[in-house]
């Protein structure tokens, strides 16, 4: 069964802190990665989006995200992070029939 | 560009009563969906639409949960009756038709709590 694991539920970093947040899936074929991120109060915003090709994405916001096939995995980094970046993250793949989301990472940022 | 619309934003009602959601989706989007996110949890599919009619409503509790979207723009979530677990935030999302990327544009939710 196709399946999204975040394992950390709450990390908080100090502003200007580098950023790491993990995801690991379950799917027998290369599926279709995104990172969206949800303020409070708001809906899902796309962050950044892999398919194929180059294994390293940029995305928005200053945002970048590495697929590692070997490892499943495919973790969200970010090399400073803006006190606005406090919010959820959630990870997804979509394996052409549906999405499936993890059940997020919570992000403190502290001054 | 207009987002989704979702309203209302919030709702409180008491167990075994019904209560309706609505969802505006970007204009042009042909694909609808509405997402059940509990406290605490990643959005689950309900159900997804292609204009007006039904792709897949997999996960949909079809014994309390309905849902329609007429001349496949608008589209309402219906829960009829209510239970205590029905408490989270519903989700609606659109995309394009035949957008390899299958990229979805969420609204803001309505938060339901039901006591």
């Known amino acids: 069964a196709q399946s999204v694991t975040q394992p950390d539920i709450h990390i908080t970093v100090s502003e200007g802190a580098s950023l790491e947040l993990r995801c690991n899936y379950s799917?027998?074929?290369?599926?279709?990665l995104f990172w969206y991120v949800q303020s409070p109060g708001q809906g899902l915003q796309l962050l950044l989006k892999?398919?194929?090709?180059?294994?390293l994405v940029q995305g928005i916001k200053g945002f970048e995200a590495e697929f590692k096939r070997s490892q499943s995995s495919f973790n969200l980094r970010k090399p400073s992070v803006h006190w606005s970046d406090a919010a959820e993250y959630f990870c997804?793949?979509?394996?052409?029939?549906?999405?499936?989301f993890g059940t997020g990472t919570s992000l403190t940022v502290i001054p | 560009e207009a987002g989704v619309a979702q309203s209302p934003r919030y709702k409180i009602i008491e167990k075994r009563q019904s209560v309706a959601f609505w969802c505006n989706p970007i204009?042009?989007?042909?694909?609808l969906y509405w997402y059940q996110q509990i406290l605490g949890q990643g959005p689950k599919l309900l159900i997804q639409?292609?204009?007006?009619?039904?792709?897949?409503d997999s996960q949909l509790p079809k014994d309390r949960f309905s849902a329609e979207r007429l001349k496949g723009v608008d589209s309402t979530l219906k829960i009829q009756p209510a239970k205590l677990e029905d408490s989270a935030v519903y989700l609606c999302?659109?995309?394009?038709?035949?957008?390899?990327?299958?990229?979805?544009?969420f609204g803001p939710g309505t938060r339901l709590t039901v006591l």
């Open positions: 999302a659109s995309g394009l038709l035949g957008s390899p990327y299958n990229e979805q544009f």
């Open positions: 799917y027998g074929a290369t599926p279709y």
């Open positions: 892999y398919f194929s090709g180059d294994t």
């Open positions: 997804a793949v979509f394996t052409g029939n549906q999405f499936y």
């Open positions: 204009s042009g989007h042909a694909t």
């Open positions: 639409f292609q204009n007006n009619g039904v792709v897949d």
